[in-house]
Nanobody, 125 residues
């Protein structure tokens, strides 16, 4: 059974930082690209960042470039999202997702095979 378990969410003031973690189990981590999505209240879930196994492909949403960084520890089957310079627009539930590796890195929800339960990030201004 595949499980993706996020942690590290919480409340932070604008300008602050958080690091989210997502631990994967039940899948061969090396065969999957990993991504983060987020969903703000009243909005659709949107792509944040993705990274393939080797790190040769990385993609970010324009709104987070330069502030959020995706990384993965392949020995620990874990993907991270380091979030710096947070602002109120970053408030959302953050989800990690896994997609069987393809020739290109996907930014589309429907192409991801497995999802975590989400972790809440709240940024106060």
């Amino acid at each position: 059974q595949v499980q993706l378990v996020e942690s590290g969410g919480g409340a932070v003031q604008a300008g602050g930082s958080l690091r989210l973690s997502c631990a994967a189990s039940g899948l061969r981590f090396s065969r999957y690209s990993m991504a983060w999505f987020r969903q703000a209240p009243g909005k659709e879930r949107e792509f944040v960042a993705a990274k393939n196994w080797s790190g040769s492909r990385i993609s970010y949403a324009d709104s987070v470039k330069g502030r959020l960084t995706i990384s993965r520890d392949n020995a620990r089957d874990t993907v991270y999202l380091q979030m710096n310079s947070l602002n109120a627009e970053d408030t959302a539930v953050y989800y990690c997702a896994a997609e069987i590796a393809k020739t290109r890195l996907s930014t589309t929800l429907g192409e991801y095979d497995y999802w975590g339960q989400g972790t809440q990030v709240t940024v106060s201004s």
